[in-house]
């Protein structure tokens, strides 16, 4: 994450793009959302989280496991 210093990353789930991230000097990032509220994800569902840089270069991926 050290590398990513300084960097606005973009968070979408499920291709929807929910906020941007800048990281700070320690390498850690607070999610901004866009909009009021983040988008309503089904509990059934099994969404995808992307992150990507501003030239769409993909930093990090994963499935959200079903959550109650």
């Known amino acids: 994450a050290l590398t990513l210093r300084g960097r606005t990353l973009s968070v979408f789930v499920n291709a929807?793009?929910?906020g941007t991230m800048t990281i700070d000097a320690l390498?850690?990032?607070t999610l901004s959302l866009v909009g009021a509220s983040a988008p309503r994800i089904?509990?059934?569902s099994n969404p995808?989280?992307?992150v990507r840089t501003s030239a769409g270069a993909l930093v990090a991926s994963g499935v959200m496991n079903q959550f109650r």
């Open 27 to 29: 390498g850690d990032g």
């Open 42 to 44: 089904a509990s059934t």
């Open 16 to 18: 929807t793009k929910v």
């Open 48 to 50: 995808t989280i992307r």
